[in-house]
């Protein structure tokens, strides 16, 4: 293979096709880029097994041929080459050549043979949709993707493709975050995109906001065109929680904040809460205006903002900070329901509930194997030295455990989380409301779900 093409084409397509290689792997080439030149352009390829993504650029080609490079290799040495034209030589024993001006390298290359063929997908063209609706839609649902491998399905994101509308759904657990869009597409389909799949996706798009992007779908392969890429990607297989029968049908209090004020108003308020005094915001949504008031070991604050409250009042909502709760502060906002019965705004569901008893169980149990496992004296002696700091934590603990179990039959009556993002063409507002009757639980890592 003999080639040349500019610097600049070919350090761009590097690093795009490397966000589908392994870095690490007991097969060496898969953390390689495989170079395929014919005709006039420079095909590069990279491939996890899972993950595959092409692109191609135009290039001098006097020789064809294919080889496999190590990407992270190749994409130093590019990058540091002087701008200009670059030559690429690979001769038959697998020494090749790389030069620009007077740098060159020669570096060893592995046999295309090796390099593992894309699977023939089979996907048919969906839907197109633009770059920037579909960027937006992925930066606001992409952070509340869960990261527990014990439920695949969640580890991604939910597609439910309509002949006119685009839904995209994530959830963690804690948050629930969906988004809704009019498209025009060729067939429904529902399926599960890896969430590393749409985080290299959102990389890929172009500047251009209204360029198209092409995504082709069926049961097994997802695929992807924009912007000179092709990006092909397995789906997740498994049941995605079902999320349309945890959203209630009535409401009983709506507020309408603005979102520059929300932000700024917990942003002061969290000063207080670090990581290891992880208290929770208490949020109390009145007749025109919104209460925040936080307290920890490092002191006290209280907060305040005007609002538009419709229905009853919200008379507490625990939230954490650490959670994202979305800075969209000029466009749509943030919507969810409160039809519950004592006032509360309620954001807890089930499974977050038995997810809170299995991590406060975790704990109890690694507690009790360290103690057994020192003895008693090393239990007495390690209880001594935690001090009163630990002691107040393991004291909160036990509070809020006790507390959760204390309140079984609140649980059974807690509708599911939900803060829902709707499209209602208000600028600058986020809409709140509550879910369900939450009843006093301060561990709880409740959060607004940003559309």
Not at 223 to 238: D, H, K, Q
Not at 379 to 405: M, S, V, W
Not at 424 to 442: N, Q, R, T, V
């Amino acid at each position: 293979m003999n080639i040349v093409c500019d610097k600049t084409l070919l350090s761009a397509a590097i690093d795009g096709v490397s966000k589908a290689v392994t870095m690490r792997s007991s097969i060496p080439v898969l953390e390689g880029i495989l170079l395929k030149a014919e005709g006039f352009q420079l095909t590069l390829t990279g491939y996890d097994l899972e993950m595959g993504i092409v692109t191609t650029i135009e290039a001098n080609i006097k020789e064809p041929g294919e080889i496999v490079l190590n990407a992270k290799l190749l994409s130093s040495m590019i990058s540091r080459m002087p701008a200009g034209q670059i030559s690429i030589v690979a001769a038959d024993n697998g020494k090749t050549t790389i030069q620009s001006g007077v740098a060159q390298f020669e570096i060893q290359s592995m046999p295309a043979t090796d390099f593992p063929d894309l699977p023939n997908t089979g996907a048919e063209q969906t839907l197109t949709i633009k770059t920037g609706v579909l960027r937006d839609m992925i930066d606001r649902t992409l952070y509340a993707v869960s990261q527990d491998e014990k439920k695949p399905a969640h580890t991604g994101e939910l597609f439910e493709i309509e002949l006119d509308k685009l839904t995209i759904v994530a959830l963690d657990g804690y948050r629930l975050a969906i988004v809704e869009r009019p498209i025009t597409a060729v067939k429904d389909i529902r399926i599960i995109v890896p969430s590393k799949t749409m985080t290299e996706v959102s990389h890929l798009l172009a500047n251009d906001d209204e360029e198209d992007v092409h995504i082709s779908a069926n049961r097994r392969y997802v695929v992807f065109t924009t912007a000179g890429y092709t990006i092909m990607s397995r789906l997740i297989e498994g049941e995605f929680l079902n999320y349309r029968n945890v959203i209630p049908a009535g409401s009983r209090t709506r507020v309408t904040i603005d979102t520059k004020d929300f932000i700024s108003t917990i942003e002061r308020a969290s000063l207080i809460i670090t990581e290891r005094l992880k208290n929770p915001l208490r949020i109390s949504f009145t007749e025109g205006k919104v209460v925040v008031r936080c307290q920890t070991n490092l002191g006290r604050v209280v907060d305040e903002f005007n609002a538009q409250c419709e229905g009853d009042e919200v008379v507490a909502v625990d939230l954490l900070p650490q959670e994202k709760i979305g800075k969209h502060g000029n466009e749509d906002g943030i919507a969810g329901e409160n039809d519950g019965d004592d006032g509360r705004l309620g954001v807890g569901h089930r499974h977050l509930v038995e997810h809170h008893r299995e991590r406060h169980a975790q704990k109890a149990r690694e507690r009790k194997e360290a103690d057994v496992g020192a003895g008693e004296g090393g239990a007495l002696f390690l209880h001594r030295a935690q001090g009163k700091g630990n002691e107040q934590d393991t004291a909160d603990e036990k509070a809020q455990a006790g507390d959760l179990h204390g309140r079984e039959d609140a649980v059974n009556g807690f509708e599911h989380d939900l803060h829902r993002a709707e499209d209602d063409g208000a600028e600058d507002d986020i809409e709140i409301a509550g879910i369900g009757a939450l009843h006093k639980f301060p561990s709880f890592q409740n959060t607004v779900a940003q559309v």
